[in-house]
């Protein structure tokens, strides 16, 4: 009896146990599918979204120069941000600009090439193996317009002068000594002509005077037998001597005779910079003046922050980076030939393309221009973006718009962010997947803002800005008619 009843416990007791293993069983493997799936969100939701830490969005006190911008054998030169921790400059200037004058300057700019287009269309102005130079470049904030600056040689002996470089101007302008008139504060000694054996100024009969129509400049006259230009920036301007000296980009890239602007009276908003250098596509623009050596190829890679350099290189790479470009049509616009017009014809949100009519963007059409900081979208395009970057955003607490942006975001209470992926398309099927900094721009972390504006209406034209080409190893093949992208430019 008592043999029986023992029996009858030990397989109960066995058969609890077996009950109890067979849940635990069951319920590991649906744990193991649950987490399966969350793996699978998880991972597409990586794909769809940039996951951003608003630390990483703060201001950074540590200078991090990039690799290549110290490359020995691109014979780069070494430059800075203006405002960062790597600049000279935070001791000539230590304020830089705020968000709020950088934001209206850039307004500024984009009515100054508006203004250049409506002109043109008044018929008043017009808007093989390879060798290479490289110049890192520095991120500025604005001065008068441009994001990006760069550091070359004027005159015999060679005297460093500080310049903004823009793809969207076509001429190269400096401040000089004595000045006539007046001239702002800059970070280099000025550019003193009668110091230098190699300079002249050209003359008013010159074929080369009468170039200055065609290029960003105009001619305002002559003084002295000697050739006057005169160029404007909606508030900002440069008047003087057209001039040739010798051009230092490396030690190894000496040009002489090299056409720019003697600015004896000059007026910019911010200081800083001594001038600009002219990357458009006249014939008084650096590419065409070196085209006999560089065949009018030059790239550049802008810094994803302040802290960072990028470069900017002159010639075909030569490289393993150049493998890795894919290439757009940019052909000349008879209408306006300085600029750098792209064929865009599609955005996509968090991997869904946007049910945007490519009618739309070719209407008015697209340039890429370094000198412009926040691209500018048709008003149609601009809707359909925005309306889908706010359903993957509905997490996060909306704030007031801020300047020229209407969706704005309060992230003072979160360690990081999903931000849904941003590319744009072109044609001949090539893609800007934008760096999350591209797409979001950083006040403060009670401030941060969908990097776009909206055009009035489709019939304005759209620029793609510095902030969207954030990282990017962007290619200009002028000789070829196109432009080329490649993500992680900088790096």
Known sequence: MRASLMATLISTISLLRFLLFASLLSLEKRGFAFEGRLSSETHHLHQTHHKVHVSSLMPSTICSPSPKGHDKKRTSLEVVHKHGPCSKLKHHKPNPPSHAEILAQDESRFASIQSRL????AGQSYLKPRTKATLP???VGILGSGNYMVTVGLGSPKKDVTLIFDTGSDFTW??????????????????????SLSYANISCSSPSCHKL??????????????????????????????????????????????????GQYNRSPFDGSAGFLGLGRSPLSLPSQTAQKYDKVFSYCLPSSDSLTGYLTFGSRGDEDSKQVKYTPSPVNPDYPSFYFLGMEGISVAGERLAIPTSVFSEAGTLIASGAVISRLPGTAYSALRKAFMEQMANYTRIDGVS???????????????VPRVVLYFRDDVEMD???????YFLNPSQ??????????DSVVSVIGSVQQRTFHVVYDDAQGRVGFATEGCN
Do not use: W
């Open 448 to 457: 941060v803002c969908l990097a776009f504006a909206g055009n009035i209406d």
């Open 137 to 139: 470049t520095k991120s």
């Open 404 to 418: 020229i942006f209407d969706t704005c975001y309060d992230f003072s209470e979160q360690e990081y962010v999903m």
């Open 434 to 440: 934008l760096h999350g900094l591209g797409i979001i």
């Open 174 to 195: 400096t401040q000089c000594q004595p000045c006539f008139v007046s001239c702002y504060n800059q970070q280099d000694p000025m550019f003193d002509p009668s110091a």
């Open 213 to 262: 129509a065609s290029s960003t400049a105009t001619v305002s006259g002559c003084l002295n037998s000697s050739c006057v230009y005169g160029v404007g920036y909606i508030n900002s301007f440069s008047f003087g001597f057209f001039a040739k000296d010798k051009l230092t980009l490396t030690p190894r890239d000496v040009f002489d005779d090299f056409h720019f602007g003697c």
């Open 118 to 121: 409506a002109k043109t269309l």
